[in-house]
Structures are given as C-alpha cells and as structure tokens.
C-alpha cells in the first residue's frame, strides 16, 4: 500500500462521495486569518449559498465544524434541556443515533418505530403527538441512509406545528440529491453534511434554525452543555452583526478556513448545475441503476428507495466482504456493507452528487456482473 499517494478509488458507497476537481483545487486555496475581511467574505457567501441550495431564508445558516453527527449534536444539545420530552422516528441506525443524542442531552424520548426499510406514516406521528401532549420537538431522519428509505416530509410539519412542537430533520443524504425545501416544508431545524449528496469532503455539517427554533433557544433555562456547539456564541461570529442587532465578529473557534473554501465551491457547483437539474440527474441515475439490478435478479429492500442510496439484498450464496472486495481491488470501485440489524444481509450503491452519472452505473453495474457470475 503506498500510503503517501492514495489511489483514487470510484465512491459508490453510503458517503464520501466522489470530490470534483474543482473542490480539491479550491482546498488547496491560501490559508487565511479567521477574522481577515477575505474570508468572512468568503464565509457570508458560503452562508448565502448554503440557504439558496436548502431554500430557506432563515438568517442562521451556517456550516458546522464537523461532520454529520456534529451538526445533530448541535441541534440536541441547542433546542434540547434536561427534562424535555421529545419524540423521535427511528427507521434505522441513524434515527437510533438521534435518540441516543437526545437522551445524552437529556431529555425523556418516546420512540416511533418503523420496520427497517420502511417509513413512517405522518399519522403514527400525529397519534404520538397526542400521546405525549408535551413533547416539544419532533426528530425525522429525510434520508435514512441505512436503509435507503425515503421519508415523506412534506405536510408533516402542519402537524406537528398545531401541536407546538417543532420539527426537526437530517438531510445529511438527501441535501443536493433529494428535493427539500426547508421553508415550504415548515421544518424549523435541519443538519446535513458535506461528503453525500454535495460532493465535498467530509468535515463541515451545514444546519440552519428557523424561528421556532431560536424562540426555543432564548427560552432555554440554562446553557447547553456542548460549549463548542453552543449557537449563540456561534452565530456571533458566522453572522455579520451576530443575527441580533449589531456588534463586530467575535472569535468562538478557529474556522475550518480550507473546508469553506471546498463548500464553498461545491455550492457553486450545485447551484450552476441547478437544484432541479441535479434531482433530475439523480432519479435518472437511480432509475438506471435499479432496472439493471432487477435485471440481474437483485431485489431492492426499501418500499420507497431513495435515488442517492440503493440499499439491495445480498442475493443467496454470494460472498459479501469477498464481493465487496473484490469490486475495491479489481474495479477500485467501493460500495457500501449493510449497516446495523442489515449487516451481511445488504449491500448499499450510492448515487450521490457528482457520482451520480451515467458511467458510474453501468460501471457498477458491469464490475458486479463479472464479480457475481465468478
Ligand atoms: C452519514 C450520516 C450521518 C452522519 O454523518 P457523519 O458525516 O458520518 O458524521 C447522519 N445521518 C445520516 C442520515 C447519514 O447518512
């Protein structure tokens, strides 16, 4: 293995997804003072862009240092306090995960369940919202990327705003490959991350509060316990003015300088290209990939697939980790093992951001035809 020079390999599995040159060239950019004028210029752009591609106009946008789990981190330990009672929807690993945060934050969490591979239907929510008349927030994974189940968001919110709650998704694998609106759709807190559907590498987790969420936060009785996540010291230096009346950037913690400039640049990429373009791109991706997979006799295990992950059924007699291997050494293509209760049962194909195409299909497609047929 030569470890200074990597080979590059074909992302195809649940994330990082393949990185554009022009992303890695944009790393590679001087690294500045956190508080030089050129790169809050480069931040506030990086924020603008981030609410065009999450449509929203909700002021605090802004890119968590850290990935994924830290932007839900964020959002738990802001909008959650020690003795709240929230509802989460656990589908898979990563709905599970939210749970464990929320309890970690302390609160009491009532669970709707769902048999992996499936969704939840707005209902189920709609009676533990009436079961738990207290709950102040419901949590919903978009994209549960452990099973590639699709979730339907749209008119949730109505439902969960007439109860007083908020709503609160990750879209770590649907941002920039699924449609979703943030304002449209009513959702009050969202996270995502760079490495699926944006094609940037992983270390940021864009979030965005709306107002529910910050009317939750200046209600909040005590600190949250997380000093690094803590949004209102946070938003004093992502906002111009810190989103509240005024006053110079204030140092919290030095920006990840080289990852906004790669966000920034994929942004620009995503909004070139156009965000119905890109879902478009996507579903014709997915579509291709799922008629040449039944083809070959693979079964889909989600009732509705999202386009980014295609979570299949390892078909009788074949080797997983041999398979997997083999398409990493042979083809330097990389898929996805099962992940929790899916271990050894399924294989998950990734279609996210620029490894969305063509050629990626039917290259996946080729190299597991040969692998299988050995
Ligand atoms: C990948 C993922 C995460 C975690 O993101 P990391 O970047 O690995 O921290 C959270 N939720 C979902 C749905 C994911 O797919």
């Not at 605090?60 to 959650?80: D, K, Q, R, Y």
């Not at 140092?251 to 966000?263: G, K, R, V």
């Amino acid at each position: 293995m030569n470890t200074q020079f990597p080979h590059e390999r074909i992302l195809m599995g649940p994330g990082p997804s393949p990185v554009p040159q022009r992303v890695l060239r944009a790393l590679a950019g001087p690294t500045l003072g956190h508080l030089d004028p050129q790169y809050l210029a480069i931040m506030d752009e990086t924020c603008e862009m981030l609410r065009q591609v999450m449509q929203t106009r909700n002021p605090l946008t802004f890119p968590v240092s850290g990935t994924g789990m830290a932007g839900m981190e964020c959002i738990a330990s802001n909008l959650v306090e020690p003795g709240d009672e929230v509802i989460v929807c656990v589908q898979g690993v990563f709905g599970g995960r939210m749970k464990d945060v929320m309890e970690r934050c302390g609160a009491t969490v009532h669970v709707v369940e769902a048999p992996w591979g499936e969704t939840i239907p707005h209902e189920r929510i709609a009676e533990a919202l009436d079961r738990n008349p207290r709950a102040t927030l419901v949590g919903i994974v978009h994209a549960e990327t452990s099973t590639g189940a699709h979730q339907p968001l749209e008119g949730l919110a109505g439902i969960v705003h007439a109860k007083g709650a908020m709503l609160v998704v990750d879209a770590v694998t649907s941002l920039g490959g699924h449609e979703l609106r943030v304002d449209d759709w009513g959702i009050d807190a969202i996270y995502s991350g760079t490495q699926k559907c944006l094609s940037c590498p992983p270390g940021l987790s864009p979030v965005s509060f709306g107002e529910r969420a910050l009317a939750r936060l200046d209600a909040r009785k005590r600190k949250p316990q997380s000093w690094y996540l803590d949004v209102t010291m946070l938003r004093k230096y992502y906002l111009s003015g810190g989103g509240a009346g005024g006053g110079a950037r204030v140092y919290h913690h030095t920006a990840p300088i080289n990852m906004t400039y790669a966000l920034r640049e994929a942004l620009a990429i995503v909004l070139e290209e156009g965000l119905d373009a890109r879902i478009a791109r996507h579903a014709a991706a997915h579509q291709r990939l799922r008629a040449g997979l039944e083809r070959m006799g693979l079964r889909y295990i989600p009732s509705r697939s999202l386009h980014t992950l295609n979570c299949i059924a390892i078909p009788e007699g074949a080797d997983d980790a041999g398979t997997r291997r083999r398409l990493l050494e042979e083809y330097g293509i990389e898929i996805g093992a099962g992940l929790g209760v899916m271990a050894g049962k399924a294989w998950r194909i990734g279609l996210m951001g620029h490894g969305a195409t063509v050629r990626n299909v039917d290259l996946v497609l080729a190299a597991l035809a040969s692998v299988l047929a050995r």
